[in-house]
């Protein structure tokens, strides 16, 4: 009885640990074919500028409460809090120790749009890659060379504080599985040139999914829920619908829109306020052909209630 009792458990961890070797194998970090980046050319500094500020990376990657030209100091933000521990955002400067100085094109874009990182390990979402996916590889390379001519800061930033089992990165690949894409949200492919402009930035580059859409128990988004609002990821109030079934900004004209993006004002004169307040400066570095095309999209969307 022993006997067959051993044999059974033997039989169950040899199971197990194939089951695992099968997990790790179909879940192992993916880069980019190394193509994607290949003859990309000299990066258009100009544009790269543009993708910095639609991107929003000083909101996490600068000191906390920086104004001005502190904003383009990427040494490291504001702790982000989350149902999941607290993260810490890296320095990415171009300082060659501390920061992404020494990185290659191809180990940029690989964090950008396949959120893996230099060591070929998993990234976590906080970072969002999961939106930054869809971007070209054109804008990818033209951020990184402007982020390039930034300050360079040696600071370094704290590790993640994240309790068991969110501290195993090997279980992001199971994420990843099921949540991580680069198809679009919405299908729009009949819209013009000018929707079509507005989801790319805001499926994408804006990344304004990742706040304005309702997650389940794991982070992933809700089905059908997509931008429909709900609590604030990081756990103080919550995060307006922006659909044109919002009861706040649906029935906003799309010139509403594109003026509250530049002047952070609504069409009743309040104004901007809680994390949107970074993200409507961000906005307001733009052309405003690109707040129009924001503005085109958010009207061409589903409704949701």
């Not at 040899?14 to 879940?27: C, E, K, M, S, Y």
């Not at 502190?70 to 999941?84: H, M, V």
């Not at 950008?112 to 930054?132: A, D, I, K």
């Amino acid at each position: 009885m022993a006997v067959k009792w051993i044999r059974g458990l033997v039989a169950v961890a040899a199971l197990g640990v194939v089951g695992g070797g099968i997990f790790v194998t179909i879940t192992a970090p993916e880069r980019q074919p190394a193509e994607h980046w290949a003859n990309l050319g000299e990066p258009d500094l100009e544009n790269g500028r543009r993708v910095f500020f639609t991107g929003g990376c000083a909101s996490c990657h600068a000191p906390a409460g920086a104004e001005g030209e502190a904003r383009l100091n990427l040494s490291g933000g504001a702790p982000l809090t989350s149902p999941f521990g607290t993260f810490h955002a890296p320095n990415i400067s171009p300082d060659p120790q501390a920061g992404i100085g020494a990185w290659t094109l191809a180990e940029f874009g690989d964090a950008m749009t396949r959120g893996v990182g230099r060591e070929g390990e998993h990234l976590y979402p906080s970072f969002p890659y999961n939106s930054y996916s869809r971007m070209s590889p054109k804008d990818v390379n033209d951020l990184f060379g402007f982020l390039k001519t930034l300050p360079a800061s040696d600071a370094v930033a704290p590790a993640h504080e994240l309790p068991f089992p969110f501290n195993i990165r090997l279980a992001l690949g199971g994420w990843k599985l099921l949540y991580f894409s680069d198809e679009p949200h919405v299908d729009l492919a009949n819209a013009d040139e000018k929707v079509r402009r507005g989801q790319y930035l805001v499926e994408g580059l804006g990344h304004c999914g990742e706040c304005h859409t309702p997650r389940n128990a794991i982070g992933g988004f809700q089905v059908g829920r997509w931008l429909a609002g709900g609590p604030n990821p990081e756990g103080e109030g919550t995060i307006p619908n922006i659909t044109p079934g919002s009861q706040s900004i649906g029935s906003w004209s799309e010139s509403d829109i594109a003026s509250y993006l530049e002047t952070g004002f609504t069409p009743d004169y309040d104004s901007v306020g809680g994390s949107m307040v970074a993200v409507q400066k961000n906005m307001a570095e733009l052309p405003s052909s690109d707040r129009e095309a924001i503005a085109a999209y958010l009207k061409a969307i589903p409704a949701v209630e």
